[in-house]
């Protein structure tokens, strides 16, 4: 099942900001930690984020470590990635979802719901 649905993606020129949102549904929200992925053209959907039950916890890969913040506010179940100094290679279909997380990266639960489209132009 699809419990997630993701907004504000668009058209960035680099080393501009986006801020996307995952607005959650289909289970306890704060119950469970939640992450972001991301899938560029011809590549596998990659891990890139991830946030604990309570937001006390971030974990993220090296590519975006230092200018990607994930976020959280369980009284709106909504999930926030704050994307700032944007490059090219950011450019991707963005998607979140529940999961759980072990060493550092989030394992999915659920189906994936349709995503918001990244693109950095150079």
Sequence with gaps: Q???VESGGGLVQAGGSLR???VGSGRTYSDYAMGWFR???GKERDFIAAINWN???TYYTDSVKGRFTASRD???NTLYLQMNRLKPEDTAI???NYGA???GTLYPYDGWGRGTQVTVSS
Excluded: E, H, T, W
Aim: net charge neutral.
């Design 94 to 96: 963005y998607y979140c």
């Design 74 to 76: 369980n009284a709106k």
């Design 20 to 22: 996307l949102s995952c």
């Design 101 to 103: 997380i072990i060493s």
């Design 55 to 57: 937001g006390d916890s």
């Design 39 to 41: 899938q560029a053209p």
């Design 2 to 4: 699809v419990n997630v």
